[in-house]
């Protein structure tokens, strides 16, 4: 049984890592306008086209020593990092899950949710596809699971994307539609408790983050900060840990 689920990891490892290194021509191409299902990859430098040998992942970052074979421009470390955790998202799934159909479910809203990270932080816009792509998603996981009743999940939809929505109406822009969408869509995944700690989670690393920057000087207090980046997180974490980690965070309070 141990030998199984060794085996298990590292396939798992080496099947998000691939499936991490489609997110990254997914990251690349949907701001662009470029199909992802058709054509095939290419240096966004000289617009070569790749070969086999360039695309094997994290390996041909190594091999090429962080470069394009046919013009020499760097490549970013970002594409190997991504597709490292996206091997260790897979990991992570099945050992919350174990062999279990959210095992699957679970991993493939992670990789939405990171590519809805990415973009946001490159474009500052959250794509109207990736979520429709994540609403069905939502729904199957509310019918397969039904330990969160759909009144909590109806007003998960709202407990956070309405106040969102209201108060961008107060103070112009500070929230994106997109973040709105997303935290709607998400609302119904998690119930009212896990959307409320996945808000709590983005809103506390997005202020870290942005003192960060604001101490190093790389920003100032008018700068706009994705904030889908850290709303991802938040979900992410929520799905996995929302309870255990509201039960610990009320025992500090004696609750």
């Known amino acids: 049984m141990k030998g199984i689920m060794i085996i298990s990891y590292v396939y798992l490892f080496v099947v998000g890592v691939c499936v991490a290194s489609f997110i990254n021509v997914v990251v690349y191409r949907v701001p662009l306008h470029i199909s992802v299902a058709k054509g095939r990859s290419f240096c966004p430098s000289c617009h070569h086209s790749l070969k086999a040998l360039d ?83 939502a729904i199957v996981i509310a019918v397969l699971n039904p330990q969160i009743d759909w009144i909590s999940r109806s007003i998960g939809f709202f407990i956070v994307s309405l106040p969102m929505y209201l108060l961008d109406y107060i103070i112009l822009d500070c929230f994106g539609g997109g973040d709105i969408k997303m935290m709607a869509v998400c609302g119904i995944m998690l119930g009212w408790i896990n959307t409320l700690v996945a808000m709590f989670i983005g809103i506390m690393t997005c202020g870290i983050a942005a003192s960060v920057l604001l101490l190093q000087k790389k920003a100032d207090r008018k700068m706009h900060i994705a904030f889908g980046p850290y709303l991802a997180f938040g979900v992410g974490v929520a799905l996995l840990y929302g309870e255990p980690l509201l039960r610990s965070y009320l025992a500090l309070f004696g609750l």
């Open 55 to 137: 695309l094997i992942p994290v390996f041909s970052y190594l091999l090429l020593r962080g470069k394009c074979r046919y013009c020499q421009a760097a490549i970013s470390v970002r594409y190997p990092f991504v597709e490292l955790i996206g091997g260790l998202l897979a990991v992570l799934c099945f050992h919350h899950y174990g062999f279990d159909w959210m095992t699957i479910l679970s991993f493939v809203i992670f990789m939405i949710l990171l590519s809805i990270a990415l973009i946001d932080f490159d474009t500052m816009t959250i794509p109207n596809g990736l979520l429709l792509f994540l609403l069905p998603l």
